[in-house]
Every structure is written in C-alpha cells, then in structure tokens.
C-alpha cells in the first residue's frame, strides 16, 4: 500500500521521506561483489525503478552500490549456442538489439511487451529479475526459454537456470549476465492477456514443451516435457494458483491450461504468438 | 539524520548548473524547487503515471524515481526548455495548442516531452507506434485520441518544416 | 436564447484554449505549485483499522519532535464545530470517538520537513478497541449489524415538491433515502410481462492526477486558504461554520486544477491545514499522497433492483426501483447522489408510474462522494441494460425498443418537470448510423449494443452570479467563479463574452478566483457551468455592454438604435467612432470601466419534484462492438461511438474533448477491475495498481460525434457537454456482449472471469 505501518496507524510517505542512505560507485563487478561482503546493509542499484518503489515504502538500507560505473555489463554477445545478455542491458536494448532481431527473434518481441517506454529505457534486464515481483514477465520469459543466469559471487562465477527461480539465487552476489540459448527448431510464445490475474509463456522445441507461469503464485511456476503431456501434467502439477478478489485460484487454474494449449497449438500450426 | 551529499552537474535545458544534493533527493525536487521548473508534477510518485516526464538524455524518464545523482553528467531537458527564445513553440507543444489535446493540463508537460522523445528518435512514426509510446503515460481527461492526433500533426508539421 | 444563430464569428470557432499556452509551458500555476516562505508539511496518521473506537490518544511525544511546529489529535478540537459534511455533518477534522475506515485521519502534524513529520506522527500512541467491520452493503443492513453511528449526526432533509421526498435512519447504517413516486402502483396489474432484475455497479476512483491538496496561511485575522477545490463558496461556508469564524474572514484562492470529476468538493484536505496554520502561525502545505486520495474520496458502489411492467407491444409502463449506494463510511454527498440516482433511473423514456427509492448504507470503507455522472452512471447501468433484456425477451430489436419508447423532443421529463430538451430519436440514429448498427455482425463470439445515457444537469437550485468589467481601451475582465478544472470553462465563456460584445476572445480576462472579489457561484459541477452561470455571464455581458452603447449613444446625441459596437469602437451609419477617446474626454484622462452583473436561478417551483425545474438535460449516446473470447472471458472492444448534444458548441474542439474523455472515462469501470477491496481492505489503491485506461486500450473504432440540435438553454443554445457520454458506456458494452454471446451480465466489471462465469452458466 505503500504505507508505513506503526501500531498506532499508517503514514502515507512521499518520495521524500526515503531513508538517507551513503552512495558507493564501483567501476569492476568484483568491485561490487566486494562492496556487498563489507556492507552488513547494502542493495544494489541499477535502472532503480523497483528500487526506489520499495524506499518509497519505507525499506532502507545503510548503503547503496550503484552500477552505474561498472563497465562491461552492458553488452549482448553472440556466443556458440547462446546469446549473452548483459544484466545491465536495458530492456530497450533488448528491444533494438540486431543480433536479437537475427537469433532469438520471438524473444525480442515477447520482451518488447514489458512495462511502457519510459520502464524500458531505463529499466535493467538484471533489474527485472532482482526484483523478483510476482507481476513481471522477464522471469517467466527467460524460464522457459532455459536461460541460465550469471552470477559473480566471491568465489567466482555460479550459473542456475532462471527456471529455479529467485529463491535460488546466491546472496551477496552481482548479476552479471543472462545466456539464453540459441536452438534451431526452437520457438517461444507469450500470452500476457489476462494479466494482473495469469500470465503464461511457452517454449517449445518440436515435442519438448517448457511452460512458464505468471502471476498467478508467488513467483513463477515452470514445468518441462512432453507436448502430449502438458494438460495432464499441469493438472496436476500446478501448485495451487493464489486466490483472492482480482482472481480465483479456479480460474487462475483454468486460464493456465487454456493459454498453454492455445501458445502450443498457434505455434505447431505457425502462427505468430 | 543526515544523508551523505552528492555533487552533481549536469545541463538542464541547455544551461550548465551544479548541485549539491543528498544522496535520497529526487531529480524532480531539484528541478522544482531549486530551478523553479514547476512543469515537472508529481501525482503516483511510482513512476507509473509519466506526470513527472523529463528528458534525460534524450530518454524519458521519471523524475519522481530518478535520484538527483543519477542525472550527473546528463543533459536534462524539461517543458520549459522547449519554446525557442523568442516564445516559439516546439511543433510538439504548438500541436497540443491547435488540438486542444489537453484539459486539465497536470499530465501535459510529461506527455509533450514523451511526444517530444519520440519525434527526436522517429520522426515519422506511424499511428500505431504513436499509441504504443504515448501509452507510458496516464492521462485521466482526455481519453487520448487528441494528444495522439496532435503527435501526427507535430510530425507532420516537422516534417514539412525540414526540422 | 434558444435560436442557433448562423451568424456568429467567435463562438463556434475551434479557437485555441485560453490556458493551452500555460499549459503546454508548464508556467500554469496549480494549487501543488503554491509556496511561500516558511511553509511546514503537514503528514496526517491514519487508521489501520476499518472500525474501532479510540480509547486513549497520546500525542505530547510527537510535539515535542525537532522541527514539529503544530499536531492535531481530537484533543485540539476545542472552540469548532468539528464535522462537516453535505446534508448530513458527520466527518471529523480528525477522529474523535471512532475510526470508521483503513484510512481515517487520526492526528495530523505540520513540520519543517516530511521526514520530521513522519518521525513525529511515529510517536503518537493511540489504544483502538477494534470492532467489528461492515465492509458490505449487505453486511450493513444485517439485523446484527455494528452501527458506524450510534447517534444520529446533526443534519437535514431538505425540502423537495411533487412526487419526491427523504428520510434519515430508516435502518441499520442507513443515513439517508430519497424517493420518488409519481402515477399509480396499479399501472402494474395492466402489464403484460414484468421483469425483475438486480443490478450491480462497481466502485470506482476519480483518480485526478493532482492529488487533494491546499496550502493554508493566516494573513492578519484573515484565514487564507489555497485549494484545489471546485466549489470554493460553499466551502468557505463550511469552513466558518467549522472554525466558527467570519465567512468574510476566509478567502479561498483557485488556480487551475489537475482535474476533480466531483471529488474536489467540500472538505478534504482543508480543515486540517487551517488547523495547523493556526496553531502553529506559520503557512501549511497539506499535499496527499495518490494512495491517500483512495483513502478520502471515491464512487458509489450500487446495487439496484429493478422492476419494469410493459405490454406485449412493447410500451413501458410501469417502473419500480430499489437502489442501495455503498456510501462508505461517512455520508459525504451520498444523500445527493442518492436523489439522483433515484430520479435518473427511468431514463428519458414515458411511464405511467414510478416509485423509487434510493439508500444510502455506510460501510467501513473509503467515503463515497460526487463522481462524473453523479448516480446517473448507475442508473443507466441498470436500466439500459434492462431494456435490452426486455427488448430480447419480447423478440425485439433493443434499437427499435428505444426509439418506441423514448420521449419527444418537449416533453415533461415527469409531472411539473421541464420538457427533454434533444431529440432522442435523432441522437440514437447518429451512432447507430457512424457504428454501422444495421449491418453489425451478430452472434458467433461479435456484437453490437446501443444505450442512452441520460441525466439532469445544471443541479439543483443552483445560483450563479458574474460580473463583466470593460477597460477604457475594451480590455475585458470576466469574473465568475466557473473553475478550470479542464472542462475548457474559462475560453468557452471568453468566447461567449466577446461574440456578444462583438470583439475577440483574447481580450476577455478571467481573473484568478479569489472568493474575496469573485460573484457567488455554487460550484463547478453538475455540468452546469455553461447552461447556468453561462445564463449569469450573457446577462452581465449585455448589462455592461448596454451601459457603453448608452454612453455612446449620449455622447454622439443620437439613439442606441442608430449604433453598433464592433471591437470596441461604435458604428454609426458609415461613421466609425473609437470608444477610448469618447471615454476620455467624458471621464477624464484616467479613463474609467463599464460594468455588468449578472444572475440566474431556476424559479422555486413546488410542482416540481426537486422544487425547482431542471435547467437542462444532458445525453450521452453511445454504441460498442466487441469480441468475446468465450475461452477465456476476455472482451476486445472493437468500436465505441459516442455521441452528445451540446446544442451550440461554444468551442468543437473543447466539446470533443468532454465527449472522448468522460466516454474513456467510462471504461475504467466496464474493462477493468475498479476498486478491489478484500474485505474492508482495499487492494489496488495506488497509481501502479489501479487500472485506468491507457492509450493502447483505446481501439482504432473508438470516435465521437458532436451534435448541435440548438435547444440549450446557455448562450446560444448551448447545452452541457462533460458527464454525457460517460453514462452509455457500461450497459452498451453488456448489451453488445449479449449480442455477441447470447449472455447477459448484470455485475460490474466485466472481467473475464465473470464473463466466463456467465457462459458457463448459461450453457448448464
């Protein structure tokens, strides 16, 4: 509610009442990653919008790193197998990338849908991801299209699949970047239709179908296998979809195999998603 | 309770200037209540609705949700800035005038330098690229249709004009 | 004047606004932007709980904060009349006995900064005993309800004429009924078909973009008050009967306003930054936050019964109605809302017999309050879509059911009423003819649905007063307290005052509303600005301008027949004569102003129900077509047409904009989920959260049409063009649903999970 609880009521704050806090630009990743072990209270910086959303609730932190001098974590880089996107790649150079146009196509377009021009332009790839809200589409995006995320820890690099989700990731660490691999027969489709309520995205390799969840648990739900067993399996594997008055667990429930199917038939028969 | 200070410099409306902040302060405090640049309104203070819209190189961004430090070394542009010396409109703004593509008027400054972004990266975008861009910022008045015509018409005005 | 002059050069121009160059500069001045040195900040604590009573309230803490200049609990109270409210008073400056909603002011501090504030309103304690909540209608009504209040709050029931009457705590949380009774109950028993059904209209949030706000300052024994409100006499009338004070001892300022859609009346953030300002000498900023507006003001929720008796034929006879309206937890204009809600529910179309009734239930959530249409978005929620349900169940095409029943052009809207001042016929054919309604796609997941929107305008008994001065070189100063709240008010006006003084609209000023030097005027709202002050500002106008043409006429020793004005010199025959000079030489060289008041009021007319004819009625026409996905419920709206009659359009281009934007408007409570409450905790009251519509939810088939039928009562003919088109929206899109899916939903929002619902429903 963006309200500050006390027992005796809330207090509704501005932007101005966000807690001071000390300013640290580190210019190298391990830089950062330093800065996170020597600060018992940190959070990292990077486009800010959730960032400054959550201060504005009244979160605070003795510190904050901000990324904006770190070099190289920029980039979007044609590996073999996969595309390297950096985590501070902004989704608008998600968006405009050529190589993307040329090697991951559908999901350039499905990222284009995110937020609005102004979030874009300044909102981060790692940013997204970081934030870690039920609402947001990169997770589930980046999920079913078996991204792995880079993150640079103090004793090293640590890749997980985007598919385990935030509760994985390591703390203390920087995301550096996201490998999203480059499959031939690969496609993705994304319906976001029915949001705030579902969400759901599809990537598909001939038979082998990854579904991804959105918005409707607290952090996206993922199941991988077979085509011919997708309604059955997310019959039963769907854990049960949150219930509440901008949507029933049922219909979340319901939607979820209804847009699956939709996504899976509209691209075995080639039409744009 | 204080805050650690930041120096920033940046360029706002073309003009160099020079801050000291805090390091919590707002971009759209300085710019209203340093720099008497009142156009710039706050309303959701999220950064959902784009009435605090200002141009930081030549991105659109909101200035509810943009520390004051983060604009160092920019180039800010805001409503203010856009009439030229002599009191001539920017096409964006003498579109919105000729439309009426306004009413109440508090989202106007943010939407004529969202309008103003995209003619400065497309100029001559299409009118489905038009809705998709203004569609980053509420306007609660109009119900839209007249703040899209009159981007069309500032295009066109530009356009002709070999701007 | 009731003619469509042809002959007119600045009314009818689509001239640009006189605020469009403040406003697309950012040099327009609102009430946010108001400073001056030495301003505190004013944070206010609110109630965690929806209800509770206040045991103890410890604030001595909190005063003694670093930078804390004045805190209010209910213990600085003393000296006031410490609630306000319309016809009933019963909200507090801050809480005193109880807290009736999440939300409801506590305390308020006024500090050097915000953060000082927080930290002060941190230290105050307050002990709640926690009651139980109504966050219902229904759950209000229960024989075992909680009261909000135990004691009836000092109020009125005002006085009303034929056929129409109120009542106060006629039952559990019932703080106000209007009713409306006209014609004979046995009209029932000659029906042919009776139809009975239940519709639920959802809760809305006004959501204008500048928040509540007002910056309040003692100059001298003068209490000076800035706000962004729209009816500043009224709400100086309340403050001094609040603060027991002169009414000529508070001077209410208005700039431009960041929209209000109704919210911005009476009190809101005023009374705590007088308090404030007082008790601590200096000027006091109170500002909400976007989620502090969700917590003071929002629509009615309503719940409307309907009973309508027809013949076979289709006639309409008979029409019963039962509205509850979710008041919230303090009366607010509820009690308005529900006259009008009840008397809007017939629609502009001939009955035999009507008897509504209209509740006002208090819950434990944010207040209800004026809202675009008033209760007559509700009223047309149900009974447009009842008359497609009719329509349907009869075989008939709900288009030509309409135009069957609708009423003629003059006649009484109900007995002693003034006569309906458009041709409804004319006005449906316009956007069934631009939506291309004959040919629609009908069935098969696509449809088509039509609705009048309809409502009274101009208020009720509603006074205006303006004053025209003219300079000795014809500079033009316009003082009425019509406010800019966007409706284009300040240039239509402008252009009405130079046709008629034969000059260009640049010349006329409309000074800063300043209730000191400003006429009376009851407030900008009703849409009735241009068909009721617009009567206040022509009659000033021609006072003034007679007053010039006397002068003239003596001072060229001919008649006024002889002369004409033409941009500020007089024609005689041939002969042009400058006016400034003759002014001169007659009143010396300091030159001198001619001035004109004017006034309108509608006559106290007892045979009419609300005791005074309607100035003026208001339509708003419209036809969707839309696409239901029967998969998932989703509706894509393909085509809105929308249409009003402004009958003279002052300005096309400022009339356009009323119609599109109200319409858009509209949406928000079809397509989206509105104000979504988990019990009585609202979910989605902040600008991320709350869906309005964007401008990629406007389909390319969304347009609007003006007409110009020419029968308004305001200059020129003119007529109200601002809450019109926002009344069809909801029932033609359910209507066109039903067209397209053969289901017909009777709840707002359409979401699709509701839609869904609905097929599935109808397909056991």
Known sequence: MYTHATDAGWISRTHRAIAPFRLQQPTTPSEVVQALIESEDSSIIAGGIDLVRRMRSGNSQDTLIDLSAVSGLREIEDHAGFIRIGALATHWDVETSPLLAARLPAFQAA?????????????????????????????????????????????????????????????????TAIEIPVMPNAQLGFDRTLKPVVSVAVGLVDQDVSVGVGCAHISPFFWSGKVSEVEAALASALPEPIDDPMGSAAYRRRMVTVLARRLIR???????? | MSGELAFVSCTVNGVAREFHVRAEEMLIDVLRDRLALTGAKLSCDLGACGACTVLMDDKPVSSCSTFAWQAGGSEIRTVEGLAGADGTLDPVQQAFVDNSAFQCGYCTPGMIMLARALLDHDPSPDRDAIRAWMGANICRCTGY??????????????????K | MNKVSTDLHVVGQRSARKDAVPKTTGTATYTVDVSFPGMLQAKVLRSPHAHARITSIDASAAREMPGVHAVITRDDLDGLSPTYGYFIKDQPIVAMDKVRYIGDAVAAVAAETELQAVAALERITVEYEVLPPVATVEDAMAETAPELFEEEPMGVVPAYGQGASGARRLGRNNCYRFSYETGDAGAFDGCDHIFEDRFVFSRDQHFHLEPFVTVARMDGDVIEVWSSTQNPFPLRKELARVFQYPENLIRVRVPYLGAGYGAKNNCKTEPIAILLARKSGRPVRFCMTMEECFLTQSQHAAILDVKTGVMADGTFVARYGRILLDSGAYSDASPLVAEKAGYRLPGPYNWQHLDIDCDCILTNTTPAGPYRGFGGTQAAWASESQIDIIARALGRDPFDLRMQNVKNLGEAYVPGESGIDSDLRAGLQVVADRAGYDRRASGEGRGMGVSIGFKDAGGVNKPAQARVRITTTGGVYLECGSIEIGQGIHTAMSQVVAELLNTSADRVVYPELNTDYTPFDQGTNASSAIIVMGQAVQQATLEAKQKVMDFAAMELGCDVDEIELDDWCIRKGNESHPLAPMIMRYYGGTGYEFSGAGYFKPAMDHSAPLETQCVSWEFGWGVAEVEVDRETGLISLVQLVVSGDAGRAINPLVCRGQDEGSAIMGLTGVLFPCMVYDGATLMNGNGLDYRVPLATDIPDGFSSVLQEQGHGPGPFGAKSIGEGCMLPVASAIANAVEDAIGVRIRELPLTPERVLAAIDEAAE
């Open chain 1, 111 to 175: 990222w284009k849908t995110i937020g609005n021009v102004r979030i874009r332009m300044t909102g981060t790839v790692g940013g997204n991801l970081m934030a870690a809200e039920r609402a947001y589409d990169g997770p589930v995006l980046l999920g079913v299209s078996g991204a792995k995320l880079v993150f640079l820890t103090d004793g090293g690099e640590v890749k997980i699949a985007a598919s385990d989700g935030a509760g994985s990731y390591p703390s203390r660490a920087l995301l």
């Open chain 1, 266 to 273: 509209h691209l075995h028969e080639g039409d744009a998603s």
């Open chain 2, 145 to 162: 249709e007249m703040i899209i015509e009159a981007v069309e018409n500032a295009a066109a005005a530009s356009q002709e004009a070999g």
